[in-house]
């Protein structure tokens, strides 16, 4: 499994020891003009790495949000 892409520490100065305390994934929506959501171009896959980044993505979405995302709403 791929590393979060935010994660968050807090550091004791003092002891100087860091401590993981939260971990996530950051999400983006493209917004128009008046603040709605926004369809954006699907996302052009251009190798194997990718595919699997991107399959992982769809793979979390999924555990995150049951029964509201088609399988489909990605563009492949």
């Known amino acids: 499994m791929l590393p979060p ?9 003092a002891q100087g ?4 305390v939260s971990e ?3 999400f983006m929506v493209s917004l ?4 709605r959501p926004n369809e954006v171009p699907p996302l052009e896959i251009e190798n194997e790495r990718q ?17 509201k995302m088609p ?3 990605f563009g492949t």
């Open 32 to 35: 128009d003009r008046n603040g």
């Open 5 to 13: 892409v935010t994660s968050v520490k807090a550091e004791n100065l």
């Open 71 to 73: 399988s489909d709403s």
């Open 51 to 67: 595919q699997r980044l991107f399959e992982d993505a769809k793979s979390r979405i999924a555990k995150m949000k049951p029964g």
């Open 17 to 20: 020891t860091v401590k993981y």
């Open 24 to 26: 996530g994934y950051f």
